[in-house]
């Protein structure tokens, strides 16, 4: 039983029906709510974290997503490249950069990557007005609405049963079997997992016993706005021309005009907690265009208000929370996934599917098990409302 319809719910489904024949996902809402976190049009997926442990988890996180698509026949990466870029009237030390110091993670991994400055980083990218590049070249987008598709027909294929529009109201262990209510029937499980999103903590109480509330708040970009370039320009701003660009330092990302799927540039400006606060003279999308970008402000701009724009769960120690409830046996929990989670939606998945049919996972999964955040213990600090 997995209860949220997520991309995380998703996968975890994706990856039990490989091994038993029973399988429900519940979701509150409908798949491919726009409501929801994991879905609307693209999603970046990279390695280039400052953290070995968490660029190690992307690396296999992309080998499943190509696992994923060699099995569905879905395309649903566009290698497009990621890079990271800095300009000294911004952030004057360059090597202390985000760019530079995952530039240096990934060469120490040995992942593909290279620096571009001056004549080169103009050359191949003639619209931007940087003084350094770190291109991690396995790196791109996801498409979101490919990604869906492919597990909805996936999962339909196999028996899975979707219940949308429903809600958990209880989850008891009666002996060997979970008991899990909901307001429209009653289902018995050997396993439950939760992957709820905002709603995690909610279902959580909802699990007779559990010991378990995590300390989540909800996030979204200070603002994001889409550029559609004038036509003379477009084909410099297409994915097979430009990369994901992240000046991450000023807390800004940019996602390339898709064919068949977004004919505009998007560009999000936000911090997340795990990156050093910065003094940048970048303090918005549009100073970011008119530092780094200026061949965009002839483009037509327009606000994203739309099933593109992001949505994040937060955790307070900034960790994921992957793995068992504490004081309910069976149960399984992935929450906090930062901003950055979609791109390990594969991984996650596996992980969730390993611990509820197997009651272990090929990978160590210790740091981030969710009894850090046990009911009493002294550094759980107090759960969040998802409305907060």
Known sequence: MVIGGG????????????????????ERGRIGDPMTASFGRTRSYR????????????????RLWEEFERQTGTAALIRCGCMNIAKRS????????????SHRVLEELG???????GKALRARFPYLEADVGYLDLDGGVVNLPAVTAALQRTLADRGVRIVEGITTR???RCGSEIRVVTDVEEWASRSVVVTAGHGTNEVLARLNGARLQVPLTRDRPIEAKYFTPPADFREQFASNAMPVIAYLDAGIYCHPIINGLIDKVKIGYYHPPDLPRAVTTIDSVMSFVEHCAPTLLEARIEPVDDVDGCDYDLVADDEFVLGAVPGFPGAYVGVGWRGTGYKFAPWVGRVLADLAVERDSMYDVRRFDPARFTKGRFHAGSAISANA
């Open 7 to 26: 991309v995380m719910g998703l996968f975890t489904a994706y990856h039990a029906s490989e091994r038993v024949d029973r399988v429900v996902v519940l």
């Open 111 to 117: 992942v593909p990557s290279v620096s571009l400055a």
């Open 47 to 62: 390695s280039d974290y400052l953290d070995p442990g968490y660029a190690r988890l992307a690396r296999e996180a992309l």
């Open 90 to 101: 911004v952030t004057p030390d360059l090597r202390s950069t985000y760019g530079h110091r």
């Open 170 to 172: 209880l989850a008891a």
